[in-house]
């Protein structure tokens, strides 16, 4: 027998937490935007973007917590006894305009998702490949400033090198 109290009580808190999860995402949204941005032309910025990212994964992490504990709440109430209790397997117990909204945030949560997902794979890209030309040209700049094979040290203040071949300029990073 359904508790109607408790079942509403977990309904309502359900949709509160989703439009929670809902909004925080956007915010990681934003916040991957904003790194993207901060890749290409502002990288002093990117320490604390990524400080600000790991702040709203904890709160994204809490909020999913949250949200499976009311999702069992709710399968408790409904006498649904699945492995794992999904907001899905909820919907056709619920009224059809309680099932429409719960799903429309669903469906939101996992668009924006998918969304910062692959902003931030090319984020990842750039990342690495701003990286590796990074490390190409410090090893390019050592490479210059090294002494050639041929090079040798001034002896007893005589001042003679020999001659070598090319400065060391042709390599390529």
Same mark, same amino acid.
């Given at each position: 027998?359904?508790?109607?109290?408790?079942?509403?009580?977990?309904?309502?808190? %359900?949709?509160?937490?989703?439009?929670?999860?809902? +909004?925080?995402?956007?915010?990681?949204? /934003?916040?991957?935007?904003?790194?993207?941005?901060?890749?290409?032309?502002?990288? !002093?910025?990117?320490?604390?973007? =990524?400080?600000?990212?790991? =702040? $709203?994964?904890?709160?994204?992490?809490?909020?999913? !917590?949250?949200? +499976?504990?009311? =999702?069992?709440? $709710?399968? %408790?109430?409904?006498? &649904?006894?699945?492995?794992?209790?999904?907001?899905?397997?909820?919907?056709?117990? %619920?009224?059809?305009?309680?099932? +429409?909204? &719960?799903?429309?945030?669903?469906?939101? #949560?996992? /668009? #924006? /998702?998918?969304? @910062?997902?692959?902003?931030?794979?090319?984020?990842? @890209?750039?990342?690495?490949?701003?990286?590796?030309?990074?490390?190409? /040209?410090?090893?390019?700049? &050592?490479? #210059?400033?090294?002494?050639? @094979?041929?090079? +040798?040290?001034?002896? !007893?203040?005589?001042?003679?090198?020999?001659?070598?071949?090319?400065?060391?300029?042709?390599?390529? @990073?």
């Amino acid at each position: 027998m359904v508790n109607q109290d408790e079942f509403t009580k977990n309904k309502y808190e %359900l949709e509160q937490v989703l439009v929670m999860l809902f +909004r925080a995402l956007q915010e990681m949204l /934003t916040l991957s935007k904003k790194e993207r941005v901060s890749l290409l032309n502002e990288p !002093d910025q990117i320490l604390q973007i =990524v400080e600000d990212k790991e =702040v $709203l994964l904890d709160k994204i992490s809490v909020l999913e !917590d949250k949200c +499976r504990q009311v =999702v069992q709440g $709710l399968s %408790l109430s409904l006498g &649904i006894h699945l492995e794992q209790t999904s907001i899905q397997a909820l919907l056709p117990h %619920l009224k059809p305009e309680d099932a +429409r909204r &719960i799903k429309n945030l669903t469906d939101g #949560i996992y /668009t #924006i /998702t998918s969304q @910062a997902r692959e902003l931030n794979h090319a984020s990842q @890209a750039l990342a690495i490949t701003k990286l590796d030309w990074l490390k190409a /040209t410090q090893s390019f700049l &050592i490479d #210059i400033f090294q002494p050639e @094979a041929g090079y +040798r040290s001034p002896k !007893d203040g005589i001042k003679h090198q020999e001659p070598v071949a090319g400065l060391g300029v042709e390599r390529r @990073a």
